[in-house]
């Protein structure tokens, strides 16, 4: 009996494994959750198709760091950024892994802008209609930054606000899985800002670990 317990225990630890409910070793266990804006959600027109249009997901990164280095990630700054430049995403995964949505899936988000993929001229400059965004709360290095926010700006970067955190990582899994899995995105169609627009975009940047997405 006790090898028959101990064999569906590892099934179980197994099965969590694979939906990807459970964290690292040492952790609880969690479930994707999202949460809608402090702000509700920003009506934004709906995509032709609706959700049979969306065949990329786009990453990001973004913070307040250019007006306030020493406090870059505060929420209300960053709705008030997309309000101010009239610009938004899908999702906003913030330092602590909490992910919020911002605009619904069957909507377009100005995420993406000017860009290009694969040569393929319906998608140039017009990937806001195929494409979810998520905005990571993170920022680049210096050699990215610097010429983004200005060299004062960026000396007041603190070393630890750079990059991206572990509950970021283990949220964005999540969140990519269940985006991924609904509307049947390939992992090939993961895309950054800058693979769009490389001659004007930096973001998720140089930081951005791949080795910890689960694709």
């Keep these: 009996m006790a090898v028959q317990r101990l064999l569906a225990l590892v099934l179980a630890m197994f099965a969590l494994l694979a939906v990807g409910c459970l964290m690292p070793t040492g952790q609880h266990p969690v479930e994707l959750e999202i949460k809608d804006a402090p702000g509700g959600l920003i009506a934004r027109p709906l995509r032709p198709r609706g959700s049979k249009d969306i065949r ?40 602590e892994g909490q992910i919020f949505r911002f605009v619904a899936d069957n909507r377009t988000a100005r995420h993406a802008g000017r860009g290009s993929w694969n040569g393929d001229p319906e998608l140039t400059n017009n990937m806001n209609r195929y494409a979810i965004g998520i905005e990571l709360m993170g920022i680049g290095s210096s050699a990215e930054m610097e010429p983004v926010i200005g060299a ?35 992992p090939e169609n993961i895309l950054t800002h800058k693979d769009y627009d490389p001659q004007r975009k930096w973001d998720p940047g140089e930081l951005f670990d791949w080795d910890k997405l689960s694709l």
Excluded: C, K, W
């Excluded at 786009?58 to 008030?80: G, V």
């Excluded at 960026?154 to 969140?175: C, F, H, I, P």
């Design 152 to 186: 004062a700006a960026d000396a007041l970067v603190r070393s630890e606000d750079r990059g991206y955190t572990q509950a970021q990582y283990l949220a964005l899994n999540m969140l990519l899985g269940y985006l991924m899995n609904r509307y049947s995105v390939p």
């Design 56 to 95: 990329f997901i786009m990453l990001h990164a973004m913070s307040d760091a250019a007006a306030n280095p020493d406090d870059p990630f505060q929420l209300d700054r960053i709705q008030y950024i997309f309000e101010s430049y009239e610009v938004e995403a899908h999702y906003v995964i913030d330092r």
